[in-house]
């Protein structure tokens, strides 16, 4: 089972942007050497996400005081009572996903920005909705600093989607909840793949991976998955 986003509480400070005591390349390219076997076991080859996350500094997205720990597999504090997600399962939602240069992907729950510049740093126009505001706040502000790629955030309740920037190639939530939102299927492109953690209690889901053909929609489920809950009009009432 892998876990994504938590509930951490008593982490009001966000994190840092400045330099980290450790070598932060050594470890974020022995991260991916380990990501590659993981997926390799699951029978899944990703070399593009795990070339974009070769890239992508996962240290600069936690706080300062975890750094050390930042390309371990493990989430960790991002403040505002979240984490980030541990990176294989960020690997595999991506490889899942099968994200293309050029597609426009809409990412239901920002946290720390980190899955959103994954998808970006694989060429994808990424459009990610947060409702929190100081975390979508704080996490607009360091991805405008960092500059990653092409990435647009909002602060708007994610079970609702982004109708006026529809169809996206590409939709992804990391947040679970009761069933899959429908304004999410009706934005999805034809064509499309929307990935989403769903079940029938609070952070116990299965990821499902849905596909639409001819206006028709095919579900597949990849397994068991903990994920926060996703809070909204088409998701849990919290």
Do not use: N
């Not at 240290?59 to 960790?76: G, I, K, S």
């Not at 939602?93 to 970006?120: F, H, N």
């Amino acid at each position: 089972m892998f876990s994504g986003r938590h509930p951490e509480p008593g982490h009001a400070a966000r994190r840092a942007t400045g330099a980290s005591r450790v070598d932060p390349r050594r470890l974020r390219l022995r991260m991916v050497e380990g990501l590659a076997r993981q997926l390799a076991q699951r029978g899944v080859e990703a070399p593009a996400v795990l070339a974009a996350m070769a890239t992508v500094p996962r240290h600069l997205f936690v706080e300062e005081a975890l750094r050390a720990h930042a390309y371990e597999d493990t989430p960790l504090p991002i403040g505002f009572g979240q984490t980030i997600s541990q990176p294989s399962i960020v690997a595999l939602m991506t490889a899942m996903l099968a994200p293309e240069p050029g597609m426009r992907v809409l990412e239901i729950g920002t946290g720390s920005g980190y899955q959103a510049a994954v998808l970006a740093a694989m060429g994808c126009a990424v459009f990610s909705l947060e409702r929190m505001p100081e975390l979508h706040t704080a996490t607009r502000a360091l991805l405008q600093e960092l500059q990653l790629g092409a990435i647009r955030t909002y602060c708007r309740d994610g079970t609702r989607g982004l109708p006026l920037a529809a169809p996206f190639e590409r939709i992804i939530v990391t947040a679970g909840g009761p069933e899959i939102p429908a304004p999410l299927l009706d934005q999805l492109a034809e064509g499309g793949i929307l990935l989403i953690p769903v079940g029938s209690r609070p952070r116990t889901q299965r990821l499902l991976r849905v596909r639409k053909r001819q206006g028709r929609t095919d579900t597949e489920d990849l397994g068991p998955v903990i994920f926060v809950d996703l809070v909204g009009d088409h998701g849990w009432r919290h």
